[in-house]
């Protein structure tokens, strides 16, 4: 069953690119696209299961005008795949979806050191650097 409703990983990376091209920042774009994304997943993941919840990272994304969006797809996709059993594209291991620079989500300084330390695996490695709770969805 493909995903019909709300975003999947191309549509994110389109409206991360329209927000960011009208001056909104990259935490604007995290809360409105990521965060949206994965509420999407987590939807279909309880209504129909890992595999059709999957089918919102079957197309790859575009490139965006940030590099830290495209690494963010590609880890919340990695992310997913490990958490939830489902094969990830390989696309999502293609160079040039890593940050060159660390982008730590949260804009608090002082939790820094507490999103190196919790960020899961395939974020660290593209430099996106969240707390724990980022990914907790209720």
Do not use: C, N
Request: net charge neutral; proline share 7%.
């Amino acid at each position: 069953m493909a995903a019909s409703v709300g975003l999947d990983a191309v549509s994110a990376a389109t409206l991360a690119d329209e927000l960011l091209a009208q001056g909104e920042s990259l935490l604007f774009a995290w809360r409105h696209v990521i965060v949206q994304l994965l509420d999407d997943y987590t939807h279909d993941l309880a209504r129909a299961g890992a595999t059709a919840a999957s089918q919102r990272f079957t197309r790859e994304p575009p490139p965006t005008s940030s590099a830290e969006v495209d690494a963010a797809l590609a880890a919340l996709a990695e992310h997913l795949a490990r958490r939830d059993s489902w094969e990830l594209p390989a696309r999502a291991r293609k160079p040039g979806r890593d940050s060159p620079k660390w982008w730590f989500v949260t804009p608090l300084r002082e939790m820094h050191a507490t999103a190196l330390q919790e960020s899961p695996p395939s974020f660290r490695t593209r430099g996106i650097f969240i707390t724990a709770g980022a990914l907790s969805r209720v």
